[in-house]
């Protein structure tokens, strides 16, 4: 259900106007973050003291986190591990990668090739660390940039966004220690839209 709070609708404020309709004293707040144009699962905090045991303790409590990419081009390795050192340019707010510590973050991601043709790629994404853009440098890194992505060097906008879904959220809870695993199935008709995949 669309909210728009002046010129802008954000997760957050849907989300926020949704839980003041059972109660005006409901709050969210906001554990991680995903880029504005990325789908998928997003976690929330219904009370402050959680948003920050979660946010402090994420590495820990977060066990699983994949992703679906519409990249440009035929990635020809089936499978793969990209590790390398972002560091973020002020200027720009782009983040360069580095293939020797160059004092940044050790971004490790690994990826598989789900469908492809001579045109894109639909690959399944694994985070192993969780850095400022990690996806998008690393696909532009090995020259698959994720679609739509002009900042990292796409050219193509066949789904008018870019092209990346947050499929699965997997965790322990913090205080019960029971385990969640959220998925969310892809937007089919955005990113499916190529019949002639291999």
């Known amino acids: 259900f669309p909210v728009t709070i002046g010129e802008e609708t954000t997760a ?6 949704y839980v003041k309709k059972s109660s005006m004293q409901n709050r969210i707040f906001v554990v991680h973050r995903i880029d504005r144009e990325t789908s998928g699962v997003i976690m929330f905090a219904k009370e402050r003291h959680v948003q920050l045991v979660l946010q402090e303790n994420w590495h820990e409590i977060i066990t699983r986190r994949t992703y679906i990419a519409l990249v440009e081009g035929k990635v020809e390795k089936n499978s793969d591990t990209i590790k390398t050192y972002l560091t973020e340019n002020e200027k720009s707010t782009k983040m360069h990668s580095s293939n020797t510590d160059n004092g940044g973050q050790l971004a490790v991601t690994h990826y598989k090739v789900l469908k492809s ?9 694994e985070l192993e660390t969780g850095r400022k853009n990690q996806i998008r440098v ?3 890194d090995i020259g698959h940039p994720i679609v739509g992505d002009k900042k990292y060097g796409s050219i ?9 879904h947050a499929k699965t959220l997997e ?3 913090p205080d019960t220690q029971e385990k969640f695993r959220f998925n969310v199935d892809t937007p089919k008709s955005k990113f499916l ?4 995949w291999e």
């Open 138 to 140: 690393h696909m532009a």
């Open 171 to 173: 965790f322990t809870h």
């Open 156 to 164: 193509n906008s066949p789904i008018g966004r870019v092209g990346l």
């Open 12 to 17: 957050f404020s849907i989300l926020k106007n």
């Open 193 to 196: 839209l190529y019949r002639d």
């Open 117 to 125: 043709n001579d045109h894109f790629s639909l690959l399944e994404i």
